[in-house]
Structures are given as structure tokens and as C-alpha cells.
């Protein structure tokens, strides 16, 4: 079913290109039909990129799908054109008297300062505490899971002696959870970062319930056991170059930096493996989409629509 989205949105012509299901803002509000109201806040800085990754994997559902784009105003993007800002998202002022079904937010590529360090972890902070109270279930990818475990439940993060890069094997913990409904026993996923949170900080929170880890890449999902916040410490909405891009960009600026595993054929940086992570990965997203929001959030969100 259709994801509810701008009509001039660079990622409509390139996910139509993918025969996903795009309905168009235009057309969407023919439709006698309240879709979901899902929020991105992009904290990556290739926004473009992030924002048509998250929306594949959000267009698996047979409900409209209806998504607002945020950045924080406290960081300047070096890589995205302002225009695209002004077009497409919005600040965090311009929705938070209103109410969303779900919230994501992205990863971004500072694990090496300290949360406090961070030039709008003060906004991000304001944005998490409203979201406790405004949202119905919220999704921190990667660097964003790490920030949220730590503001809600001051889980610390670690330093590695080595990023951690590459395609991992996964194994799930309670496959009865619905957000793990359907997933095979194990699976492989993507990770890409400098910062771990380790399994015998999370064993203390009894709120928390560890889902899925992997012996070589530590742990990848987490969930609040009400459903309200769900923290994927690696990348799903990955594309098959990504790891690829990344590798080369750590080269190019002269890092240290080993291949990632598990990814190039052979070894051969100029050879990918096929994508081995989209099917779960839909599936997540899915799960989450219809056992955390669709049957949770209420028919009326109260922001004065006329539903």
C-alpha cells in the first residue's frame, strides 16, 4: 500500500523506478481514510540518501503511510542543499503542538563526542521528551539508539578499539515479540560504527528487552516492553553499496580503516555480495508500523483533523 509523500520529493521518482508504491500528496487526500502520521527527524548528513532508504522499507504495509521530514535547527547540514531543507522538512517549532503515530530517528556519524558535546543534543533531548508524551511508538537507528537508551535509561556507550564494519549474523531472543514476528532464527544485518552498549547494562533495566544480538557485532535490537521505544543499533535501511561508500570515503580521508566484513566477495572491494538484510528488514519496519502503531495509536490523534 501506498506511502503518502510530497509530490516532488527527489526519493518518489527513484522508489517508483522500484515499482514501490508511491501515492502522491495530491492524490492521498482524495482518499476517505486517516493515514498514519509518521515522523523522520533525518540526523544524517547525506539526508536525501537516509530519507529514500527509510521510506523503502516504510512502504511494506497495507496502510497509508503519511510522513513528515525534521532536522534540528542547532546544526547547519554541510550536505544537503538548503533548498531541499525549505522544500521538504520542517523544524521541530513547526510540529510539536501536534500529535504523530510514530517517530524515527536516524543515526549520524558522531559517536566519538559525548552526548553533551553534540551541538543539538539539547534539541534532541527536547525532541525525545516530547515524543514521550506526543507519539505513539519511536524507532532510534544506530547512533540515535545509543542516545535514546542513554537519555531515558543512562545506558552508557563504549568505545572500540576498531569500527565496527561490515554484515554480521544475528540471533533472535524471543521470536514470540511482535516486532521480531516472522523473522527466521537468525539473520544477518549491517553495522557501521566506533560505540557499542553492552548486554550487562542492558540486563539491569527490566523496561528493556534485548531481541536480537550477534556474537561478533554485540547487540542489535532492543524494545521498551510497552512498545513505545524500539532501538536498532545497526543499519537495516542500508543500501547494497553503502558499507561500499562508506569504505571508500574512510580511505579517501586517509583513516586507518579495515574493509568491512562479510561484505565484499572474496575480499575484493570492487566486488558486493547480493544484499542479504532487505527481507528482514522489511519486515521489521512492518512489524513495527502494525503491532507498535497501527494497533495501538488511537483513531483520533487530537491535532484538530478532520478524521
Not at 28 to 36: M, T, Y
Not at 53 to 79: D, F
Amino acid at each position: 500500500m501506498p506511502l503518502n509523500i510530497s509530490d516532488n520529493l527527489p526519493a518518489v521518482k527513484i522508489l517508483e523506478e522500484e515499482n514501490i508504491f508511491v501515492m502522491k500528496h495530491t492524490r492521498a487526500v482524495s482518499q476517505d481514510i486517516r493515514p498514519l502520521k509518521i515522523l523522520l527527524l533525518n540526523l544524517m548528513p547525506t539526508k536525501i540518501t537516509t530519507e529514500t532508504q527509510l521510506l523503502r522499507l516504510l512502504s511494506n504495509t497495507p496502510l497509508q503511510v503519511e510522513v513528515t521530514l525534521i532536522y534540528t535547527t542547532m546544526h547547519i547540514s554541510k550536505n544537503t542543499p538548503k533548498e531541499h531543507l525549505d522544500t521538504f522538512y520542517k523544524t521541530f517549532d513547526d510540529i510539536s503542538s501536534r500529535h504523530y503515530d510514530g517517530l524515527i530517528i536516524t543515526g549520524a556519524p558522531i559517536e566519538h563526542l559525548q552526548y553533551e558535546d553534540v551541538d543539538y543534543w539539547d534539541e534532541m533531548v527536547q525532541i525525545m521528551d516530547w515524543a514521550d508524551k506526543n507519539v505513539t511508538s519511536t524507532m532510534f537507528i544506530c547512533w540515535a539508539a545509543q542516545a535514546g537508551l542513554y537519555h531515558h535509561y543512562k545506558v552508557p556507550k563504549y568505545m572500540m578499539d576498531e569500527k565496527m564494519f561490515g554484515v554480521f549474523n544475528h540471533k533472535v531472543y524471543n521470536p514470540k515479540n511482535v516486532i521480531v514476528r516472522g523473522f527466521d532464527d537468525e539473520f544477518l544485518a549491517p553495522h557501521s560504527r566506533y560505540t557499542e552498549i553492552r548486554k550487562k547494562d542492558l540486563e539491569k533495566i527490566e523496561k528493556l528487552e534485548i531481541l536480537a544480538e550477534s556474537k561478533e557485532a554485540g547487540i542489535f535490537l532492543v524494545a521498551s516492553r510497552d512498545l513505545k521505544k524500539i532501538f536498532i543499533t545497526g543499519h537495516f535501511e542500508y543500501d547494497s553499496h553503502t558499507l561500499k561508500e562508506e569504505y571508500e570515503r574512510d580511505i579517501a580521508k586517509g583513516l586507518d580503516i579495515n574493509k568491512p566484513k562479510n561484505y565484499f566477495r572474496n575480499e575484493d572491494p570492487s566486488i558486493l555480495h547480493s544484499v542479504r538484510w532487505r527481507s528482514h528488514a522489511s519486515l521489521l519496519f512492518s512489524n513495527w508500523l502494525n503491532y507498535c502503531v497501527y494497533q495501538i495509536t488511537p483513531y483520533k490523534l487530537d491535532n484538530g483533523d478532520a478524521e
